[in-house]
């Protein structure tokens, strides 16, 4: 499986935009990029997701690079609700290959 | 609506004892997986149920580790004779079809599981 690399840790203050980066650089031409994110004592949760396009949904945007190597999941106003592990994870596609294989995430503080 | 719950939400076994830990999917979802995460880490693919189907054990650490879905819906995951390391959060995740392209996947809010 194609592999992510994100930050350990990010932070970020309360109402102010925050774009956590993942680089893929051995990525496919269809693998889809898929964001999760976790709340403490939580299950992931679906994000978004994307294969080429830049993508805007009611919880966040996901911009994708030209050469698709890399991405980035914008929260345009954090909340402290946002703080969480942000997974990135590439998900093949046919979907004979139905798993999520995840990393360990970027670690988002957010500060009030 | 119901999302994915999963029972016990904690467990304490001792070393030895065997667990089972119950998944209710979401009404409808086809797909059926079960995470294993340990602390501080990402979730681990254990095993994925395709209706009653188990397509894929690949993840299952050992065969003390055993999962059914008899009926296509419930699912359990049984440890047997418990060890100190299998000690990890067990996430259930379902989503709704398995052909659809990119269907999420929904997780439960894990069983807690400690062994002493």
């Known amino acids: 499986d194609a592999k992510t690399t994100q930050p350990n840790s990010m932070e970020s203050n309360e109402e102010e935009p925050v774009h956590l980066p993942c680089n893929h650089s051995?990525?496919?031409?269809?693998?889809?990029i898929h964001w999760y994110r976790q709340l403490p004592s939580q299950g992931p949760e679906y994000v978004i997701h994307g294969l080429t396009s830049n993508v805007n949904n009611r919880m966040a945007s996901l911009a994708i690079a030209e050469d698709r190597k890399s991405s980035t999941l914008i929260l345009h106003r954090a909340t402290l609700r946002d703080a969480a592990v942000y997974y990135c994870?590439?998900?093949?596609?046919?979907?004979?290959?139905?798993?999520?294989?995840f990393g360990k995430g970027t670690l988002l503080t957010v500060n009030p | 609506g119901a999302g994915v719950s999963q029972s016990p939400r904690y467990k304490v076994a001792k070393r030895g004892q065997d667990v089972a830990l119950r998944c209710d999917p979401i009404?409808?979802?086809?797909?059926l997986f079960w995470y294993q995460q340990a602390l501080g880490q990402g979730p681990e693919f254990l095993t994925y149920?395709?209706?009653?189907?188990?397509?894929?054990k690949s993840g299952l650490p050992s065969d003390r580790f055993f999962a059914e879905r008899p009926e296509g819906s419930v699912s359990t995951l049984k440890i047997q004779r418990t060890q100190q390391e299998d000690s990890a959060v067990y996430l259930c995740a379902s989503s709704l079809a398995f052909g659809q392209l990119n269907s999420p996947l929904h997780f439960g809010n894990g069983t807690r599981l400690t062994v002493t």
């Open positions: 051995t990525i496919s031409g269809t693998d889809y």
């Open positions: 994870i590439l998900r093949p596609n046919p979907l004979n290959n139905y798993k999520l294989t």
């Open positions: 009404s409808g979802h086809v797909s």
């Open positions: 149920f395709q209706n009653e189907a188990q397509l894929d």
